[in-house]
């Protein structure tokens, strides 16, 4: 190993572990509690059999279900149980959108079903179907180099998984990318790396002045079986049925429960996940378990007698997934007190592991955060990294400049799964669950009771 390398690694090794050699001592009266925080959170699966629970008794939670709104009434119900303050639930007004029946058939060379799902927020097809040559295309720019193809066809966009947020456009715009060119229907290349034959659903908004076309995923498996076809120059024909519509709007409900703080109990410390999920899975990583263990720093504090000086305020909000209701209708309920809100948590990315907690933030807040984090290091979470933030807290975090804090799975495995039927509490291990729940618990504890707010 060379000198200049060696000096490399030993720096990398104190910036990776910044204050393990120097505990700060304004931490030491939150150690006992910290102790029994991670404690209690390890010493059962308490909250993963609380997950199989939501997910086996409710199912699939879809904005506007009636297995949504059985689901927030138990979760009602629950927070009071756990002793939870100041329980209630508060309205918002949701879409409704109905899958109905869909398939999707190769009828040239025939006959072949594959496994699909209709996305979010799609129209239906004619009953009888859409029948139409294939046009596959590898990613944007290809369908624009080849435009004048596009006309009666259904336009395949066979792009591989990079990313969530690189490959993601195509779901979200990929019908009206095809139909501005005359498509008459569109699927998409499921998002997430390859799994076991796994569409992946998700929401996809229509372009304002482009005709709207049914369009839908299938996995990449077939999508690669369709693109070898075309590549051998078969003229591969599909034919494509679905039912989808949206019905009213009908009223949803975040739910919140609160540990009101003991000094300070207008200032807020803000936590939870969305409890809404798509309708193929159970909706067990995305997001029951973030709902799951971020309403656990509330039982745990509730269990163990602690009360911060400022308030922790769980909530499960609705509708993230085709709507964002939940987190814009939060914002505007408590517009009022959005700046009274030191910081906000959510976790909307899983707890597989190597998780990792995110922080957004002033350096000065950063600072302090890393510096709490060192407790976490009995867990191997005391790395803070970039990212904090979330869908559901962002709309009154972007009001009141508050701090974002982010658990995230890895998000490999997170997005294999990602709004699958493939989505449920069998793949996720207990001990992750309890890991999460112990880490943010213990960052919500110290940062809702330290003597001076979180500087913003
Ligand atoms: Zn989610």
């Given at each position: 190993m060379s000198r200049s390398l060696s000096i490399f690694l030993l720096v990398a090794l104190f910036s990776a572990y910044p204050s393990a050699q120097n505990r700060p001592g304004w931490l030491d009266p939150y150690r006992g509690n910290v102790e029994k925080i991670i404690a209690a959170a390890q010493a059962d699966q308490f909250a993963w059999d609380r997950l199989a629970e939501l997910t086996d008794t409710y199912g699939q939670r879809l904005s506007g279900s009636d297995n949504l709104n059985r689901a927030i009434a138990w979760a009602v119900e629950t927070m009071k149980k756990d002793g939870l303050e100041n329980v209630h639930t508060e309205r918002v007004m949701v879409p409704r959108w109905v899958r109905g029946n869909e398939s999707l058939e190769?009828?040239?060379?025939p006959h072949h079903h594959v496994p699909m799902l209709g996305l979010g927020g799609s129209i239906a097809t004619p009953p009888a179907g859409i029948e139409a040559e294939v046009m596959v295309v590898s990613n944007g720019d290809d369908l624009n180099k080849r435009a004048a193809e596009a006309k009666g066809k259904i336009v395949l966009f066979n792009v591989p998984y990079t990313n969530y947020g690189e490959t993601v456009q195509y779901r979200g715009n990929g019908a009206s990318m095809a139909a501005r060119h005359g498509a008459v229907a569109s699927l998409v290349r499921a998002v997430g790396p390859m799994g076991l034959r796994t569409p992946h659903t998700g929401g996809m908004n229509y372009a304002n002045e482009v005709a709207k076309i049914p369009t839908a995923a299938i996995p990449a498996e077939d999508a690669n079986r369709i693109q070898r076809l075309v590549n051998r120059g078969v003229k591969v024909r599909l034919r494509l049925k679905m039912e989808a519509k949206f019905e009213a709007d009908v009223e949803s409900f975040n739910v919140v429960g609160e540990i009101k703080?003991?000094?300070?109990?207008?200032?807020i410390v803000l936590v939870g996940g969305h409890f809404d999920s798509w309708d193929p899975g159970m909706g067990a990583s995305d997001d029951g378990v973030g709902c799951v263990v971020t309403w656990e720093a509330g039982r745990l504090m509730k269990k163990l007698n602690i009360r911060p000086k400022r308030t922790v305020r769980v909530v499960l909000f609705?509708?993230?997934?085709?709507?964002?209701r939940g987190g814009n209708g939060y914002r505007d309920q408590h517009a009022a007190e959005a700046s009274k809100h030191i910081m906000s948590v959510e976790s909307d990315?899983?707890?597989?592991?190597?998780a990792r907690i995110g922080f957004s933030g002033s350096e000065a807040a950063r600072r302090i955060i890393g510096e709490i984090a060192t407790l976490l290091a009995p867990l191997g979470m005391q790395q803070i990294s970039g990212g904090g933030g979330g869908a559901d807290i962002g709309p009154i975090s972007a009001l009141g400049k508050v701090p974002m804090m982010a658990y995230s799975g890895d998000s490999n495995k997170y997005f294999?799964?990602?709004?699958?039927?493939?989505?449920?509490?069998?793949?996720?291990d207990p001990q992750e669950v309890s890991k999460a729940a112990a880490s943010l618990a213990t960052m919500i504890y110290v940062v809702a009771d330290m003597p001076q707010a979180l500087p913003k």
């Open positions: 190769i009828t040239n060379p703080g003991s000094e300070f109990p207008g200032e609705t509708n993230e997934e085709n709507g964002a990315s899983g707890v597989f592991a190597p294999t799964i990602h709004h699958t039927p493939a989505d449920t509490v069998d793949r996720i």
